[in-house]
């Protein structure tokens, strides 16, 4: 099985957003939400996801986790795009959602194990790309920034289940 199926299929429990997709009111969030709404993870096409490349931080908590496995598939099949340097961005565990609708809640303690195994999993595969750097301080910070969120994927993994020693 490859990667990819392996991403998408770590999330098969993730609902369909029922509300609007971006919760802002703006010109942007209104063409992110023509693009993707009523998408399934599986069904956007390439080019939309090339446009919407850096887009995930708009979506409302729901539909991020929802279309999350469409990035992910796009990026580890794309390792040099921009969407995947966004996505490493985007990713950052410190990062949250304010305001009342989603409340303070770290992106990463959304998904469930399983997800962010996949995720962590999909991160691990991202850094062979800042092996072979041109810029060596930008390799450095996004080797140093994906490694960070790998763990955080991680440690929440483990802090948010019974302990299963390993
Ligand atoms: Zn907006």
């Known amino acids: ?18 509300d ?3 919760p802002h009111d703006c010109a942007e969030c209104d063409d992110i939400a023509r693009d993707l709404t009523d998408k399934t993870p599986r069904d956007i ?4 996801l090339q446009r919407r490349y850096d887009s995930l931080p708009l979506l409302s908590p729901a539909a991020w986790r929802y279309l ?8 580890a099949s794309n390792p040099e795009s921009e969407l995947a340097t ?10 949250s959602w304010g305001g009342e609708e ?15 195994a996949a995720v ?13 750097p041109e810029d060596a301080e930008q390799r450095d910070q996004i080797k140093d920034r994906v490694m960070k ?3 955080c994927f991680r440690v929440s993994s483990d802090s948010k289940e019974e302990p299963n020693d390993v």
């Open 1 to 18: 099985m490859s990667k990819l199926g392996d991403i998408i299929l770590a999330f098969p429990d993730a609902p369909a957003p029922s």
């Open 20 to 22: 609007r997709i971006t």
């Open 45 to 48: 096409p390439g080019q939309v």
């Open 68 to 75: 999350l496995p469409a990035y992910l598939d796009y990026a």
């Open 86 to 95: 966004m996505l490493i961005i985007n990713l950052d565990c410190e990062s």
């Open 102 to 116: 989603a409340g303070t809640v770290p992106r990463c303690f959304l998904l469930s194990t399983t997800e962010r």
């Open 120 to 132: 962590a999993s999909c991160l691990a595969g991202f850094r062979s790309k800042w092996d072979e």
């Open 149 to 151: 969120t790998q763990d």
